[in-house]
């Protein structure tokens, strides 16, 4: 069974980091993509970062452009979000995803439980 | 950044009724991918490649469309299909999702 699941979310003050994790399993992990997806309070859900299975490709929206670094260590099974210089808009629930492509066609498929990010003083 | 709407943001269906979600996107897209949400829980995949049913879903779902419309239609409402249902591009990056279906029982 393919398993993925989210540590390290908790309250943090405004401008300071956070790393979260993501421990999969169920399947070989050094050969899919990972990616980082987000939904704020009552909001709907937001891409983050995707990373690809070597991790030698790495993308980004905008707002956390140079802020957060998406990394993985396949030895570990685990995927890594970095998140540094911290705002009140990055408080929200952060899912990690597995995303491969299957026959040509994009999909995030498996789905963590989420980890609750806080930034507030 | 190519921008999914979805349409409508909210709706109540009775049971047994037809139901048609929407997503329309700022540019031409390959595919479309479909997750339902329910209160509380992750997303779940629920159709990829516009018209693939994730394993385990009821065939009274499809998904159809090309281009820049697309949509996920439920043939006979059933009151565990309530939940919020969200588009996602994975054509392009930034990767985006519409903002969300919510879907209720009348």
């Known amino acids: 069974e393919v398993q993925l699941v989210e540590s390290g979310g908790g309250l943090v003050q405004p401008g300071r980091s956070m790393k979260l994790s993501c421990a999969a399993s169920g399947f070989t992990f050094s050969n899919y993509g990972m990616a980082w997806v987000r939904q704020a309070p009552t909001k709907g859900l937001e891409w983050v970062a995707t990373i690809s299975y070597d991790g030698s490709s790495t993308y980004y929206r905008d707002s956390v452009k140079g802020r957060f670094t998406i990394s993985r260590d396949n030895a570990k099974s685990t995927l890594y979000l970095q998140m540094n210089s911290l705002r009140s808009e990055d408080t929200a629930t952060y899912y990690c995803?597995?995303?491969?492509?299957?026959?040509?066609?994009?999909?995030?498929?498996?789905w963590g439980q989420g980890a609750s990010v806080t930034v507030s003083s | 950044e190519i921008v999914l709407t979805q349409s409508p943001t909210t709706m109540a269906a009775s049971p047994g009724e037809k139901v048609t979600l929407n997503c329309l996107a700022s540019s031409s897209v390959s595919y479309m991918n479909w997750y339902q949400q329910k209160s509380g829980a992750s997303p779940k995949l629920w159709i990829y490649?516009?018209?693939n049913l994730a394993s385990g879903v009821p065939n009274r779902f499809s998904g159809s469309g090309s281009g820049t419309s697309y949509s996920l239609t439920i043939s006979s409402m059933e009151a565990e299909d309530v939940a919020t249902y969200y588009c996602?591009?994975?054509?392009?990056?930034?990767?985006?999702f519409g903002a969300g279906t919510k879907l209720e029982l009348k």
């Open positions: 490649g516009t018209s």
């Open positions: 995803t597995r995303r491969y492509v299957y026959y040509g066609l994009g999909v995030m498929d498996a």
């Open positions: 996602l591009q994975l054509s392009s990056y930034p990767n985006t």
